[in-house]
């Protein structure tokens, strides 16, 4: 079998790897980088580019559609989650929202891993980097906070064109303020309130990581998914059982049986379900699991870490009918025809909200959430949900004819956990327990937030003009302000969903050191959202570029260190 070689192998062309490739080779044009990725370059079959085909993508060739595990707390449900299976992964299918985490949410990172270069302040200038934020309709007081000359144009959905005026918008934010929502700030540190709904789509064209992030002069291998770490032993080098030093990362184990070797870092950007499987297929992860399956794998490093802490947006996404209009107010009137209204996601505000104290308090005290821990939630202004409203009733099986809407409650800040272990077979999904809606903290925020979603369709004067009533799924009843919380607690776990943010399965302080670098293993580090100590407010895309910029930069700084050093020898 032929062997190919670079100083850096990138497992994985999506969000994460696009852009550490990127960097690394600008930051050094000598290096020679080779970025596999198992699923295809999508443009010479796909529309990518629009928000109507890109939409489509969901459950195509371009998606891993990964199944879970059937999930005892919803029902036994079995849950498909979404994963990008091809070049520029999740930012080929994902809606193109722009937000981060509140500060707090990245100060608690930094708590829970030990590594004070991973707070809010030490992370800003990576968020910065990537973005350049052109006008928004309510600009925030302090700009500082933003990003003005990254690869990434973020814009508001209002001012990215004149025509494009939804016409249910004036009336849900006066629906808003009657519950008390005030108007606020995307990604300035503090999300709490009512903000206009931020995108990276440019003039209705999605920016996809590896059109951002030029790869020119990167030797790119799509279609070549990747079985394993080739560690020293694999190539002839010493084990790390016969001497003490650790391990070493050489390259990687191709499907089809080629090696590619890396003569610098193996860097693995696989995502959150795949990152953990690739490091236990090689013996990095827990001895229990990996040395009780019926084909033992040789534990090289045992870190218990590896699949655990499996994070995700856990979301009830519902269906609102509209009164009888004679004016278009969503998507599928024809008044609504105009092409600008179809530059992006058919929504323009979100807001996030915290919970009223007592519940938050009784919620803590039923999950035992005491200390540090218990102090960093019970801090004024943390964010526990997000709400939106959509113009249009996506993939519900109702006619897209302008009289349905459709809405999400997300969990931001869940507690539940979950986790990824091993499959069997060499081209078999990784095995996912989701663990979704377990403690009592998630189960309390989601019916509180439902309510309160509830409450503003159906129970505002702005809104009860348009809205008629909640469409319920085939075989429940409909839900209203004043269902029980047992009404709702059943729709969320009859129908409730992940927003397919998965994160924190080879997580910081257990897996990775503050250097992203596989704890006792040499040349191999996980530079995708599987870092994750903890979970973070708002849609990931825009923290997990900030997280490859700073990836970037620490490989490049190593990697001048040891040349600094070579030279002076």
Same mark, same amino acid.
């Given at each position: 079998m032929s062997t190919l070689a670079a100083d850096h192998v990138v497992v994985g062309g999506g969000l994460t790897g696009c852009v550490v490739a990127s960097r690394l080779k600008q930051n050094d044009p000598s290096l020679n980088i080779i970025v596999l990725e198992a699923g295809p370059d999508p443009e010479s079959k796909h529309d990518v580019?629009?928000?109507?085909?890109?939409?489509?993508?969901q459950g195509s060739e371009l998606d891993w559609q990964y199944p879970t595990k059937p999930d005892s707390s919803t029902q036994h449900r079995v849950h498909t989650l979404t994963a990008g299976k091809t070049l520029g992964g999740g930012s080929v299918l994902n809606y193109g929202g722009w937000s981060r985490g509140d500060a707090a949410d990245y100060d608690t990172w930094s708590r829970l891993s030990g590594y004070k270069q991973w707070d809010y302040a030490s992370l800003l200038p990576y968020f910065q980097r990537s973005e350049r934020f052109g006008p928004t309709e309510k600009a925030p007081p302090d700009i500082s906070q933003r990003g003005l000359h990254g690869p990434m144009k973020i814009t508001s959905v209002n001012v990215s064109s004149p025509k494009r005026r939804y016409p249910l918008s004036d009336p849900l934010c006066t629906a808003w303020r009657e519950l008390g929502v005030e108007m606020a700030y995307g990604c300035i540190g503090r999300n709490e309130g009512l903000s206009e709904w931020l995108e990276n789509w440019d003039n209705g064209q999605r920016q996809a990581a590896h059109q951002a992030y030029p790869l020119d002069d990167i030797q790119v291998l799509t279609g070549i998914p990747v079985s394993g770490i080739l560690l020293a032993e694999d190539l002839g080098g010493s084990t790390s059982t &016969?001497?003490?030093?650790?391990?070493? &990362?050489?390259?990687?184990?191709?499907?089809?049986?080629?090696?590619?070797q890396a003569r610098h870092e193996v860097l693995l950007c696989a995502g959150a379900l795949r990152s953990p499987a690739i490091l236990m297929a090689s013996g990095i992860g827990p001895r229990s699991s990996l040395s009780e399956r019926h084909v033992p794998i040789p534990v090289v490093q045992d870190l218990p870490g590896v699949g655990a802490n499996m994070i995700d947006h856990f &979301?009830?996404?519902?269906l609102f009918k509209l009164r009888p209009s004679d004016k278009g107010l969503a998507l599928g009137h024809p008044d609504l025809d105009d092409p600008a209204f179809f530059l992006g996601l058919p929504a323009d505000h979100v807001a996030n909200q915290g919970l009223p104290r007592n519940l938050l308090e009784k919620a803590l005290d039923e999950d035992g959430i005491t200390g540090a821990e218990r102090d960093a939630l019970l801090e004024p202004g943390r964010c526990f949900l997000e709400f939106l409203v959509m113009y249009h009733p996506l993939s519900a099986p109702v006619p897209a004819d302008g009289t349905y809407v459709a809405t999400s409650v997300m969990l931001t800040l869940p507690s539940s956990r979950g986790s990824v272990s091993l499959g069997y077979g060499p081209q078999t999904l990784p095995d996912i327990e989701p663990g979704y809606f377990t403690t009592a903290l998630d189960r309390l925020a989601l019916v509180h937030g439902v309510r309160r979603m509830l409450q503003l369709m159906l129970a505002t004067k702005a809104l009860q003009p348009y809205v008629e009533t909640e469409v319920p799924p085939p075989g429940h009843s409909s839900l209203h302000p004043d269902s029980s919380d047992a009404e709702i607690e059943a729709r969320i776990r009859a129908a409730g969903v992940a927003h397919f943010h998965t994160t924190g399965t080879c997580a910081l302080g257990s897996v990775v050191d503050a250097d992203m670098r596989v704890r006792g293993v040499e040349g191999l580090r996980v530079c995708d959202g599987s870092v994750l100590p903890g979970p973070v407010g708002g849609h990931p895309q825009a923290t997990l570029y900030g997280i490859a910029e700073k990836a970037a930069e620490l490989i490049s700084r190593q990697s001048k260190h040891e040349q600094n050093e070579t030279s002076s020898v």
């Open positions: 580019t629009s928000p109507m085909g890109g939409f489509a993508l &016969a001497t003490t030093s650790p391990p070493r &990362a050489t390259g990687v184990l191709l499907q089809d049986g080629r090696r590619v &979301a009830l996404f519902q």
